[in-house]
């Protein structure tokens, strides 16, 4: 049984950091190209960051560029999101999702957790 167990979030004024974590268990991890996806009120799953098995390969949505920096380890089966410079816009459920190919949409990832909820003061 895979899961996805995120933790992190909570509530930080604009111009604050946050990192969050993502423990992965039932699955082979360095097999997984993971990825965090956000959902805020009224809109769909926006793509944030995603990587690659072994670290090699990262993208980024626009909005987060230079402001956010994904990364994992997989002795300990955990992908992070270092979120710095936050902005009220970047207030979201944010989710962590694991596929057995490297890319960007939603659809593209089978195992997904529940969520963390982060949210920005301005």
């Known amino acids: 049984q895979v899961q996805l167990v995120e933790s992190g979030g909570g509530l930080v004024q604009a111009g604050g950091s946050l990192r969050l974590s993502c423990a992965a268990s039932g699955l082979t991890f360095n097999r997984y190209a993971m990825a965090w996806f956000r959902q805020g009120p009224g809109k769909e799953h926006e793509f944030v960051a995603a990587?690659?098995?072994?670290?090699?390969?990262?993208s980024y949505a626009d909005s987060v560029k230079g402001r956010f920096t994904i990364s994992r380890d997989n002795p300990q089966n955990t992908v992070y999101l270092q979120m710095n410079s936050l902005k009220a816009e970047d207030t979201a459920l944010y989710y962590c999702?694991?596929?057995?190919?490297?890319?960007?949409?939603?659809?593209?990832?089978?195992?997904w957790g529940q969520g963390t909820q982060v949210t920005v003061s301005s």
């Open positions: 999702a694991a596929s057995i190919r490297f890319e960007t949409t939603p659809r593209g990832y089978r195992y």
């Open positions: 990587i690659s098995w072994t670290s090699g390969s990262t």
